[in-house]
């Protein structure tokens, strides 16, 4: 017993070692007092946005707008969610004012931009408020955002133009997993190329964007003010892949976190997909690979594991005409409202250092650009979770034609996002705070 003591100290017999209990005379005491300083810090805020298309079935999934407050009576198309209901609200009355396409149930979500508000150009977007907030939440993550998509089900689901629900600084849409499979990889999957490639693989990168940020810098001299203005939006892009790079540089070598749950089984559509899909960001979350998730939901495959046979934007158009029409329209809501109840109950299943769940630092925003069918009034918005201070438990009417962009700054700046202005914005909503 006089050599040196140690954190890892062992009791040698002429057959075993045998591993001491953490005994503070070993130093055990400073690595725990370490530990429980740790788990006495603030936790990282979470923001998760989950959209879908062709909005909801009106009369059986909004509450009714004579009962607002908290003493409100859950409708059908909210049932499953009835456990959560202290810890949810529902918004009502809130646009998209310049979203003017009955197809669009994602493309201006989360932007609120005018499609025709940039002269000459037959389309165009801003960034979305989920890359608002992975510029700031997403900074000790290796991921400063995950962009979820479900792939070839998007149109047919309702969504719209773009790669996903995110678009980048310059208003361009971004692409991320399609599927399961995908978003576990990219999450977990382990890179077995030696650490000095990976290095090299970098500084290659590097040398072709400064070869090319040169080369655009030289023929900046000779464009005109139209292609000079064009060539910033190439700048942008040139820095947006240099932020990429730095991150990457930073978790070179870092070993990705060991997945909370099995590999996914390629192949899963509907129901299933999206009942991982939730599973696998919970985990993200877990193993704080991000703070910030989209997910833009497939609907058309949902209705066909469910064994609706009606197509889903048919089935949007329910009002006038069958009974089955509006019977495939609830039982949508239903499921889809059972799978987020399913999430909110992982959310508070899974424990922070210090004891809170992931629930208590993670909100999480659900609905779409479009109502029922075409319309685009009232956008479906249910928001979830203690991350930003919402008031929660109630239903929340506001004035008419009030932007939606107003939620998307109260929730960005409850989590501690420094922003002042998003969208079309004017301002927080003061019924939604806490």
């Known amino acids: ?152 089900a998007a149109l047919a689901s309702g969504h719209g133009q773009g790669l996903s629900l995110s678009w980048d600084i310059r208003g361009k849409p971004m692409a991320g997993p399609k599927n399961p499979v995908e978003a576990f990889h990219r999450l977990f999957a382990k890179d077995t190329t030696p650490l000095a490639q990976q290095k090299a693989m970098l500084a290659q990168r590097r040398s072709v964007l400064d070869n090319a940020l040169e080369n655009a810098r030289e023929l900046q001299r000779t464009l005109s003010k139209t292609d000079n203005s064009k060539l910033d939006e190439y700048f942008q892009g040139i820095r947006d892949i240099e932020t990429r790079l730095s991150r990457d540089e930073k978790w070179l070598g870092v070993p990705q976190p060991t997945p909370p749950l099995k590999e996914p089984k390629p192949d899963l559509a509907g129901y299933e997909e999206i009942k991982l899909m939730y599973a696998i960001m919970v985990a993200a979350l877990q193993t704080d690979s991000t703070r910030v998730l989209t997910y833009r939901q497939p609907v058309s495959t949902l209705l066909t594991s469910l064994d609706v046979r009606i197509d889903s934007h048919t089935m949007s158009h329910y009002p006038g005409k069958g009974p089955e029409y509006l019977e495939a329209s609830e039982k949508r809501d239903h499921a889809q409202s059972t799978l987020l109840a399913e999430l909110l109950d992982q959310l508070k299943a899974v424990k922070e250092p210090d004891g809170s769940s992931l629930f208590d630092h993670t909100t999480v925003a659900y609905g779409s650009n479009i109502r029922t069918g075409h319309n685009l009034d009232n956008c479906p918005t249910l928001l979830a979770g203690r991350g930003a201070g919402l008031k929660l438990g109630h239903n929340i009417v506001v004035s008419k034609d009030t932007p939606l962009c107003n939620a998307w700054l109260t929730l960005l700046k409850g989590s501690g996002v420094p922003v002042e202005r998003h969208g079309d914005s004017t301002g927080v909503l003061p019924q939604l705070l806490a």
Not at 46 to 72: C, E, K, M
Not at 112 to 117: D, I, K
Request: proline fraction near 6%.
């Open 1 to 152: 017993m006089n050599t040196p003591l140690n954190r890892r100290h062992f009791l040698r017999t002429s057959t075993a070692l045998i591993a001491l209990p953490v005994l503070e005379s070993l130093g055990f005491r400073r690595f725990a007092s370490a530990a429980q300083t740790q788990s006495r810090g603030p936790r990282p805020k979470r923001i998760i946005f989950l959209g879908f298309g062709w909005g909801v079935t009106q009369d059986s999934w909004y509450p009714n707008i004579a009962q607002p407050g908290s003493d409100y009576t859950l409708p059908a198309g909210l049932e499953p969610l009835a456990r959560h209901k202290a810890d949810f609200s529902v918004v009502q009355g809130l646009l998209n004012k310049y979203n003017s396409n009955g197809h669009y149930g994602s493309t201006f979500w989360l932007t609120g931009a005018n499609e025709f508000g940039e002269p000459g150009q037959s389309f165009h977007n801003t960034i979305s408020a989920d890359q608002v907030a992975g510029e700031t939440l997403g900074k000790g993550a290796r991921f400063d955002s995950l962009v979820l998509d479900c792939g070839a």
